[in-house]
């Protein structure tokens, strides 16, 4: 399926237990503007979150920006970009009225709340909404070209899409104020050593290791891949003494499933295993 401003395409999950699994990759596809999500780029993510969570074959997501389209005659070559931040063109002459709505149901947190593994793939520019979308996803790979950021102090505003917060959980205090305030730019080995990112891949390799990845987690059991993203969020959320006590009930309760047995024969047999998904 392809909507004007993001292309949905599903990748093949070969040998998926349970059969036809896909990735389903999501290029947001507004690269003149350098990826800047719009009004209907939040209408089509959130469209997608939620046919990806009714889906069953959809195993896991990654979310990348479409590469720069070539120059027109004697225009200089638009840079790389996953998203360089909302459209800040749809923010002029707008009051706090015009804007709640918008924000109160916005991609950011659609993206964060898909029960599925999500993986940001970043090449190029990350900044604002685009940094909070990558934050939004449960992975973040990105080139060694990329730059990352919250400039939003340099427009009069703070970051709106959860950066504040996914950021913070994410590094720390004392680093995600030091972005936050001085609205400056992170390279990717920042990032990396800051741990906003997973890994530095080169751009040329970025979607061949991004894809073996989704391949590796698309392979494993989609009902447990849901239960372990559900349990290591809860370290976001609960007090540690009740996180510990979430994870114990919910690994005990694994063992009433299907995948468990069928995941330890396997290992007892030297067998592949194939899931069933419950
Ligand atoms: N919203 C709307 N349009 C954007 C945008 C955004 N967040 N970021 C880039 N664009 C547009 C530019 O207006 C330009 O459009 P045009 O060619 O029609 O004039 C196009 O994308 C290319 O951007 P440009 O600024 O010419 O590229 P550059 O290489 O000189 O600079 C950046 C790249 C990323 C440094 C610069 O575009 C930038 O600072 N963008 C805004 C980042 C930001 O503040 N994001 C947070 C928003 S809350």
């Given at each position: 399926m392809s909507t004007e401003v993001l292309i949905v395409e599903e990748v093949l999950?070969?040998?998926?237990?349970?059969e036809e699994g896909v990735i389903s990759v999501w290029t947001l596809n507004r690269p003149d503007k350098l990826n800047a999500l719009n009004s209907d780029s939040h209408i089509a993510i959130k469209e997608q979150c939620v046919k990806a969570e009714s889906d069953d074959n959809v195993r896991c997501i990654v979310i990348r920006g479409a590469p720069p389209l070539e120059p027109k005659e004697g225009r200089r070559a638009k840079p790389p970009a996953f998203a360089a931040g909302a459209?800040?063109?749809e923010f002029s002459g707008k009051n706090s009225d015009d804007v709640r709505p918008f924000f109160e149901e916005n991609a950011w947190e659609a993206v964060w709340n898909v029960s599925k593994p999500t993986i940001a793939m970043v090449d190029g520019f990350a900044l604002g909404?685009?940094?909070?979308?990558?934050?939004?996803?449960?992975?973040?790979?990105?080139?060694?070209?990329?730059?990352?950021?919250?400039?939003?102090?340099?427009?009069?505003?703070i970051p709106g899409g959860g950066g504040t917060q996914r950021l913070c959980r994410l590094i720390g205090y004392g680093r995600t104020m030091e972005i936050v305030l001085s609205g400056g730019m992170v390279s990717s080995s920042e990032a990396l050593q800051m741990g906003i990112v997973n890994r530095i891949v080169s751009?040329?390799?970025?979607?061949?290791?991004?894809?073996?990845?989704?391949?590796?987690?698309?392979?494993?059991?989609p009902y447990v891949t849901k239960v372990a993203k559900r349990v290591v969020?809860?370290?976001?959320?609960?007090?540690?003494?009740?996180?510990?006590?979430?994870?114990?009930?919910?690994?005990?309760a694994l063992f009433d499933t299907e995948d468990k047995e069928i995941g330890v024969s396997a290992f007892l047999d030297r067998s592949d295993p194939k899931w069933v998904g419950r």
């Open positions: 999950v070969e040998s998926a237990s349970p459209d800040i063109s909404g685009g940094t909070e979308l990558a934050l939004s996803c449960d992975i973040r790979i990105s080139s060694e070209r990329s730059t990352f950021g919250q400039p939003e102090i340099n427009l009069g505003l751009h040329e390799e970025l979607e061949s290791k991004t894809m073996e990845l989704a391949m590796e987690i698309a392979s494993k059991s969020r809860g370290a976001l959320d609960l007090p540690f003494s009740e996180g510990i006590l979430m994870e114990r009930s919910e690994f005990v």
